[in-house]
């Protein structure tokens, strides 16, 4: 059976990060396309359940220049957008967000706050991958 992981968003005028939470992830993939798909798969749990997701994104993104660091405990995702600019929602479409993505108010920054000096503390986290 197929599961969705939690995701977490925040947004910045030329990048959106996200994270999805999922604890000791197996074989973690995350695919990135410039149209503003995002999807990633792995396993994760005692049973090594197969979590999927699958977002459009509310706008293309710059493949080459985003980054992704999986750790012990979520998958960061920090993704340029292709143009500038303040995104409504995370994901295109009229329709409801689903329950399983929320607002990172951690990184959030309010669009009148953003000087785009990505102040964000990265913690050390290694986007060499």
């Not at 309010?110 to 990265?122: F, H, T």
């Amino acid at each position: 059976m197929r599961r969705v992981p939690e995701v977490k968003w925040a947004q910045r005028q030329d990048k959106v990060f996200i994270t999805v939470q999922l604890p000791d992830a197996k074989n973690a993939k995350v695919n990135l396309e410039p149209e503003g798909v995002f999807s990633f798969s792995a396993s994760a749990g005692a049973e090594n359940h197969l979590y999927e997701l699958k977002l459009e994104l509310f706008d293309k993104v710059n493949v080459e220049e985003s980054k992704i660091n999986v750790g012990v405990r979520s998958i960061f995702c920090i993704v340029e957008k292709a143009e500038k600019g303040w995104w409504k929602k995370l994901l295109r479409g009229d329709g409801k967000t689903p329950h399983y993505v929320k607002v990172d108010w951690d990184k959030w920054v309010d669009e009148d706050e953003d000087n785009g000096a990505g102040d964000l503390d990265l913690g050390g986290m290694d986007f060499s991958v």
